[in-house]
């Protein structure tokens, strides 16, 4: 929590100093002030910068502000003070909206305390002050310095956790428009989204769906991965991992090991939410994928298997019309043509001596399978139409097994 403005000057040191010391300092701030910025744009190489620009005029006005300020304590030590509070948490902000650290902020409050120190004790010897203010009124520098130099980094913090307030919800702003499917509506360019979220647009990006992630401690694979939580799972948008991206595979798997994961296969960043629904399918259908719990389960590599999973019920009802003569049949001899089929279906040149070879049986054995399969399907093998159906539905058949 944030002292209300004027408090920590309040509490000052500045009573034990003569009021009359104000009168005195504010003919020479002009002078002083110069001096000050002058050792301190030689010994601060953030603050080399011409005086007549923005950042010198800021610097000067600042430091005339400085001692203003000082001589105000002095002569009124309960004065509000909120205006002055209110321009150096400004300044804050603005070092840090100009890509400075809080580290030259205070390098040249450091630089400004000790020119100050020496030049107010000049004064006070000057008008003959007693000796014993010295000690006071260096205390009074250093408590003024530090207290303003607080409430530049109060700005400067302030300023900073806004704008990573926004960086984070540009970002999940991308997320959404990036996984949101087109419905036909213009939306916002994710060009611009993107420079919003401070995030360059890769080639690619691929889309990891972690189980039960969400509310729970997860690295994600990359610092600068997108991660937004979909119900109990985490999604995480990485650039493509399998191409060279920040985090390859072996990283995205180390991230998720122990918990069911899938990552979906790379695409340009208008498609990440064809990604997603490659990952959703196959996370729904996970065991039939073959994929075992607490591993990795690449989808880029299991494409078909997916999207024949994903109709499933279509591929039974395919199942049904095409290879629904084997059902009558003996399970033995049906299991031993389907068999027979899927190698006549996936061999070369569809001959006996190519089905024998793939399933281990003699030429003679497949020979007479494959006219009792002619028989049953009454001509249609020459169908490369039946073929292709017959296929899909061998496959999908194999899967849900």
């Not at 620009?53 to 309960?78: I, K, N, W, Y």
């Not at 360059?200 to 997860?218: D, M, T």
Request: proline fraction near 7%; charge should be positive.
């Amino acid at each position: 929590m944030h002292d209300p403005p004027g408090e920590t000057f309040a509490r000052g040191p500045w009573r034990e100093l003569p009021e009359s010391f104000g009168a005195l300092l504010r003919p020479r701030i002009d002078t002083i002030a110069s001096a000050m910025v002058e050792v301190i744009r030689e010994e601060v190489p953030a603050y080399r910068r011409p005086l007549d620009s923005s950042m010198g005029r800021d610097l000067v006005d600042s430091v005339c502000r400085a001692m203003r300020q000082f001589a105000e304590l002095t002569e009124a030590p309960e004065s509000a003070q909120d205006h002055h509070v209110r321009h150096f948490r400004h300044l804050g902000r603005v070092e840090f909206l100009n890509g400075r650290t809080t580290d030259g902020l205070q390098a040249a409050f450091r630089v400004g305390a000790r020119v100050g120190s020496r030049r107010y004790a000049e004064i006070a010897r000057t008008a003959a002050l007693p000796t014993e203010i010295v000690l006071p009124l260096h205390e009074a520098v250093l408590t003024h310095i530090n207290a303003l130099s607080n409430e530049a980094v109060k700005g400067f913090v302030t300023a900073q956790a806004r704008a990573e307030g926004e960086v984070q919800r540009g970002r999940r702003a991308l997320a959404q428009a990036l996984l949101e499917q087109p419905r036909g509506t213009p939306r916002e360019p994710l060009e611009a989204l993107a420079a919003r979220a401070r995030w360059p647009l890769p080639a690619q990006v691929a889309c990891l769906v972690v189980r039960g992630a969400a509310g729970s401690r997860f690295t994600a694979p990359v610092p600068d991965a997108l991660v937004l939580p979909r119900g109990a799972d985490l999604v995480v948008i990485l650039p493509d991992p399998a191409g060279g991206g920040p985090a390859g595979i072996e990283d995205v798997r180390g991230a998720v090991r122990g918990r069911t994961a899938a990552l979906g296969p790379a695409v340009a960043p208008h498609d990440a939410w064809v990604s997603l629904v490659c990952v959703r399918l196959a996370l729904n259908h996970h065991r039939d994928t073959g994929a075992p719990d607490g591993d990795l389960l690449v989808v880029g590599d299991r494409l078909a298997d997916v999207h024949l999973l994903g109709g499933a019920h279509i591929g039974r009802l395919l199942g049904d019309r095409t290879l629904g003569v084997l059902d009558g049949l003996p399970a033995g001899r049906a299991a031993r043509l389907a068999e027979t089929l899927d190698a006549l279906l996936m061999s070369w040149g569809r001959t006996a001596p190519e089905v024998a070879q793939a399933l281990g049986i003699h030429p003679q054995t497949a020979r007479k399978r494959l006219r009792q399969l002619d028989t049953l399907f009454d001509g249609r093998l020459a169908d490369p139409g039946f073929r292709f159906g017959a296929l899909l539905a061998l496959r999908t058949r194999a899967l849900r097994r």
